[in-house]
């Protein structure tokens, strides 16, 4: 079946560190990545999207790239802030009667402190 | 920029009453879903809605869920007999025609559920 499997948090970072969350996924047929993030009291937002194999999200200082041969889609941000303490959340979607269901990895929070 | 939204943001219920959750999703999209959060854990799939009927659902869409597009606009989930487990965030969201280039699916803030 289609799963997606994200490094457990907490993360704790100190502001301007270097970040990676990773995410590899499982799927039949060929899925659609994404990232999405979730801040303190809010719904959830999509930080980036990649729909095919070597493509590159990147959004707000993130990055993320859809890596086939791996099966990965980690998360990296150079130099993160306090503003970016949130929880983020791998996803996919596969082709399945022509919509975007979505599968959610369990999520991983990061907390910057200054 | 077009948005989802949902009513009401927050709802307390008693235990084995009804409720309707309510959702405007964005007005040229086809495809409308519910999704679960329970608190700390991930987002789940609940349902997908499409053309005035249920495309797909999950194990946890039991017999006391229901959707509804009553009108050319809401999107409803109602839940007949609320249980403590059904305590949870429900977001709705919604997507266009299956396309490579536009994959993304919008989500409105979420409706807190809290069953007492």
């Known amino acids: 079946g289609n799963s997606v499997t994200q490094m457990e948090g907490p993360v704790t970072l100190s502001e301007e560190a270097f970040l990676t969350i990773n995410c590899t996924y499982t799927?039949?047929?060929?899925?659609?990545l994404f990232w999405y993030v979730q801040y303190p009291g809010e719904g959830l937002q999509l930080l980036l999207k990649?729909?095919?194999?070597?493509d590159k999200g990147s959004n707000k200082g993130f990055e993320a790239t859809y890596r086939k041969e791996t099966t990965s889609f980690h998360l990296e941000k150079g130099s993160v802030q306090v503003s970016d303490s949130a929880v983020y959340f791998c996803?996919?979607?596969?082709?399945?009667?022509?919509?975007?269901?979505?599968?959610f990895g369990a999520g991983t929070r990061l907390a910057v402190h200054p | 920029e077009p948005e989802v939204t949902q009513t009401p943001s927050h709802q307390v219920t008693q235990m084995g009453q009804e409720v309707i959750l309510r959702c405007v999703p964005i007005?040229?999209?086809?495809?409308f879903y519910w999704y679960r959060q329970i608190l700390g854990q991930k987002v789940e799939f609940l349902v997908s809605?499409?053309?005035?009927?249920?495309?797909?659902k999950s194990e946890i869409f039991d017999d006391q869920f229901s959707v509804e597009r009553p009108d050319g606009s809401n999107f409803t989930l109602k839940i007949r007999s609320t249980k403590l487990e059904d305590s949870a965030m429900y977001f709705c969201?919604?997507?266009?025609?299956?396309?490579?280039?536009?994959?993304?699916?919008?989500f409105g803030q979420g409706t807190r559920l809290t069953v007492v």
């Open positions: 990649a729909t095919k194999a070597d």
């Open positions: 969201a919604s997507s266009g025609t299956w396309d490579r280039e536009n994959t993304e699916a919008f």
């Open positions: 799927a039949t047929g060929y899925p659609s």
């Open positions: 007005s040229n999209h086809l495809y």
């Open positions: 996803a996919l979607s596969v082709p399945s009667g022509g919509y975007n269901k979505l599968i």
């Open positions: 809605f499409y053309n005035n009927e249920i495309s797909e």
